[in-house]
């Protein structure tokens, strides 16, 4: 059996992340192909620790803390999500991913040579997506009560390393400020080109 297809998509806070990386799932199987949605942190212990303990908390921990645990989460996600899946020739589609952890705790000023070394494990994606939203529109489509992660200046610091990564063609950009059901045609549209191509 050929080997699968891992897609990421990533974004700032507010680019609807979740939104079109569940709507590329429904959109794929749709067309028939054998999909698996997944998430970071994930499901696991280290991934719960992080979402009740790290993302949630009133103070952040010390940034270097903070990228060690989303390495440890994203080893355990490739182990027992990721590769398994692969080897059974599906798509896995990642709701955020590495660029998530390069954007973030560099924004927070962790070193990004320290950062990638940390996640030299990690399978490269097969197609990054990159949900490209202005910082001011993101926060304000949040409506629950923000994270640790969700201020002005941090999400600005975030994007302009996420357009790095687009830049050096390791991402690719689709606008995310508009409709959300035209953002998942084009995200759909993208994603359907790349496999084409394979």
């Keep these: ?90 798509i896995v589609i990642s709701d955020r991913y590495v660029h998530s952890s390069l954007a973030y705790q560099g924004a927070r000023m962790a070193d990004l040579d320290w950062l990638q070394k940390i996640n030299s494990f990690v399978l490269k994606p097969d197609l990054g997506i990159y949900l490209d939203v202005a910082p001011k529109v993101g926060l304000r489509r949040k409506k629950r009560e923000k994270t640790v992660f969700e201020n002005l200046g941090l999400q600005r610091i975030v994007r302009k390393i996420y357009l790095k990564f687009v830049k050096k063609g390791e991402l690719t950009l689709i606008d995310a400020n508009g409709d959300v059901d035209k953002v998942g045609k084009d995200v759909l549209k993208v994603t359907l080109r790349f496999l084409k191509s394979k």
């Design 1 to 90: 059996m050929k080997r699968g297809v891992l897609i990421s998509i990533e974004g700032c806070d507010g680019a609807g992340k979740t939104t079109h990386a569940r709507r590329l799932r429904d959109g794929l199987l749709r067309y028939g192909f054998d999909v698996v949605y997944t998430t970071e942190p994930s499901t696991s212990k280290i991934g719960r620790f992080i979402r009740l303990n790290v993302s949630r908390a009133k103070e952040q921990v010390p940034v270097e803390v903070e990228a060690l645990l989303f390495a440890a989460d994203r080893f355990e996600h490739i182990k027992n999500e990721v590769e398994p899946a692969l080897r059974r020739g599906k």
